[in-house]
């Protein structure tokens, strides 16, 4: 089958993708009930499974996880003695932030400079858009060649680990030759990427208590223990004066030998601002690929506005600890309780609660599928050559489908390349992006296909 035809395909479909993920953009999918509805994961859910049972898949359901979510799950069976593979995103999204600070609203698809603007337009909405208009386009010239499983998630961005649980209570249900994690991105917009490593991570809510009750900072205050000083005092602890993440007993100098990320071009994506310095040492991949990193994601605090003069009594934090590949992380958790125990200060009374957590993961870049999917984007990327990276985030579901199926080839790709600043405010698709990342996938199924009829 000639690849134009599946590209022509492709760019045939894109304005029915582009009305398809302004409609599931617009569910406020987050699921954390205390910030926003149930019944807007749960619409976005429903929207997902019909989209599935139109396109001729079998056995749709709705799986209520653990966690109180629901993943999507549908079976396109395909010709006899076909290899299967397991296609994966996920529908909820993070929550919009600031939404006074989106230049259009968050779940609104914007077209703005030749990008959409949307919360989970890329991360990863986009991600259920690809793989739809990659068995279309097979659909349309000549069939789709595997058995395909597709499994859409409800919790991902919250790291409750319910599509976790629910696999592995459920082993014969995600089982398949390959899997195509669609939650990842490019290392560069035009530049076709495979990631091959995830951090895993760890989240802990540490809450510091010095005082029965907030005190008057003139009549108590320089004798009275200070609840959040003792807090940034103990956060401070894990970081040294570079910025470096210093957990003790947990090596921090590993080496990545792949892919670099210039600087300038780092600077750059994080839209660091003039003059303030990069943190931590080693290579910027070392940093992001190969290394732990800590990261304060909120404080229980009292706001600026409103605060009174007030000796606080107690204060929260709620900490992100990133794990790379060769670490693991029920051990890099250890370490790190044992550090805040070992920096509290002044015997402050200290509580830490686990409330997530998730393997790093490291695929074979050797297996078929790989082959498959490098030729697939040398074609779908005329004049460049598939490239191999990793990637700082964390993905639990990799590894759980990894301990599930050993012998499963995985694969990541997706619309996350640098410009969509997922998770920030003015998150954005690249339709360019979609359309030649849908025909990479349509090409990498018949590559695949073919590989295993040899």
């Given at each position: 089958?000639?690849?134009?035809?599946?590209?022509?395909?492709?760019?045939?479909l894109?304005?029915?993708?582009?009305?398809?993920?302004?409609e599931?953009?617009?569910?406020q999918?987050?699921?954390?009930?205390?910030?926003?509805?149930?019944?807007?994961?749960?619409?976005?859910?429903n929207?997902?499974?019909?989209?599935?049972?139109?396109?001729?898949?079998?056995?749709?359901?709705?799986?209520?996880?653990?966690?109180?979510?629901?993943?999507?799950?549908?079976f396109?069976?395909?010709?006899a003695?076909?290899?299967?593979?397991?296609?994966?995103?996920h529908?909820?999204?993070?929550?919009?932030?600031?939404?006074?600070?989106?230049?259009s609203?968050?779940?609104?698809?914007?077209?703005?400079?030749?990008?959409?603007?949307g919360?989970?337009?890329?991360?990863?909405?986009?991600?259920?858009?690809m793989?739809?208009?990659?068995?279309?386009?097979?659909?349309?010239?000549?069939?789709?060649?595997?058995?395909?499983?597709?499994?859409?998630e409800?919790?991902?961005?919250?790291?409750?680990?319910?599509?976790?649980?629910?696999?592995?209570?459920?082993?014969?249900?995600?089982?398949?030759?390959?899997v195509?994690i669609?939650?990842?991105?490019?290392?560069?917009?035009?530049?076709?990427?495979?990631?091959?490593?995830?951090?895993?991570?760890?989240?802990?809510?540490?809450?510091?208590?010095?005082?029965?009750?907030?005190?008057?900072?003139?009549?108590?205050?320089?004798?009275?223990?200070?609840?959040l000083?003792?807090?940034?005092?103990?956060?401070?602890?894990?970081?040294?004066?570079?910025?470096?993440?210093?957990?003790?007993?947990?090596?921090?100098?590993?080496?990545?030998?792949?892919?670099?990320?210039?600087?300038?071009?780092?600077?750059?994506?994080?839209?660091?601002?003039?003059?303030?310095?990069?943190?931590?040492?080693?290579?910027?991949?070392?940093?992001?690929?190969?290394?732990?990193?800590?990261?304060?994601?909120?404080?229980?605090?009292?706001?600026?506005?409103?605060?009174?003069?007030?000796v606080?009594?107690?204060?929260?934090?709620?900490?992100?600890?990133?794990?790379?590949?060769g670490?693991d992380?029920?051990?890099?958790?250890?370490?790190?309780?044992?550090?805040?125990?070992?920096?509290?200060?002044?015997?402050?009374?200290?509580?830490?609660?686990?409330?997530?957590?998730?393997?790093?993961?490291?695929?074979?870049?050797?297996?078929?599928?790989?082959?498959?999917?490098?030729?697939?984007?040398?074609?779908?990327?005329?004049?460049?050559?598939?490239?191999?990276?990793?990637?700082?985030?964390?993905?639990?579901?990799?590894?759980?489908?990894?301990?599930?199926?050993?012998?499963?080839?995985?694969l990541?790709?997706?619309?996350?390349?640098?410009?969509?600043?997922?998770?920030?405010?003015?998150?954005?698709?690249?339709?360019?992006?979609?359309?030649?990342?849908?025909?990479?996938?349509?090409?990498?199924?018949?590559?695949?296909?073919?590989?295993k009829?040899?």
């Amino acid at each position: 089958m000639p690849s134009q035809s599946i590209a022509e395909t492709v760019a045939s479909l894109m304005p029915r993708a582009k009305q398809e993920l302004s409609e599931l953009v617009a569910f406020q999918s987050v699921a954390d009930w205390a910030q926003f509805p149930q019944s807007e994961s749960q619409a976005a859910a429903n929207w997902v499974a019909d989209a599935l049972r139109v396109e001729g898949f079998r056995d749709v359901a709705l799986l209520d996880t653990p966690d109180g979510t629901q993943s999507v799950y549908g079976f396109l069976p395909g010709p006899a003695d076909a290899p299967t593979v397991l296609l994966y995103a996920h529908y909820d999204v993070q929550p919009p932030l600031d939404e006074a600070a989106w230049t259009s609203p968050a779940f609104e698809l914007t077209e703005r400079d030749g990008r959409w603007y949307g919360r989970g337009s890329a991360d990863c909405k986009g991600g259920f858009i690809m793989h739809l208009l990659a068995l279309r386009a097979l659909k349309a010239n000549g069939g789709v060649p595997v058995n395909v499983k597709v499994i859409v998630e409800g919790s991902e961005e919250q790291g409750t680990g319910g599509l976790q649980q629910y696999a592995t209570a459920h082993p014969e249900l995600l089982a398949a030759d390959a899997v195509v994690i669609g939650d990842a991105g490019n290392f560069r917009t035009g530049l076709p990427t495979v990631t091959a490593t995830l951090r895993g991570m760890c989240l802990l809510k540490v809450k510091i208590d010095t005082l029965g009750g907030n005190l008057h900072s003139g009549m108590f205050g320089g004798a009275a223990p200070d609840a959040l000083a003792a807090l940034i005092q103990l956060l401070a602890s894990l970081r040294a004066p570079d910025g470096s993440t210093t957990v003790d007993g947990l090596a921090s100098d590993a080496v990545w030998e792949g892919l670099q990320y210039p600087e300038a071009d780092f600077r750059s994506d994080a839209k660091v601002l003039d003059g303030v310095e990069l943190i931590g040492a080693g290579t910027i991949a070392d940093r992001l690929w190969a290394r732990p990193a800590v990261t304060v994601l909120g404080i229980d605090a009292p706001p600026v506005v409103g605060a009174t003069p007030s000796v606080q009594a107690s204060a929260g934090a709620l900490v992100s600890l990133r794990v790379p590949p060769g670490m693991d992380t029920t051990e890099a958790i250890k370490l790190l309780e044992a550090h805040l125990v070992a920096h509290t200060p002044w015997k402050a009374h200290l509580e830490v609660e686990i409330v997530g957590q998730g393997q790093p993961f490291q695929a074979d870049t050797d297996s078929p599928a790989y082959a498959s999917m490098a030729q697939a984007m040398k074609v779908a990327y005329p004049g460049q050559e598939m490239q191999i990276s990793g990637m700082g985030g964390s993905i639990p579901l990799c590894n759980t489908l990894t301990e599930l199926y050993p012998d499963a080839e995985m694969l990541l790709i997706g619309l996350s390349e640098p410009e969509a600043q997922i998770h920030a405010v003015n998150e954005s698709v690249s339709p360019e992006e979609l359309e030649r990342l849908s025909v990479t996938e349509a090409l990498f199924l018949l590559n695949y296909a073919e590989s295993k009829r040899a």
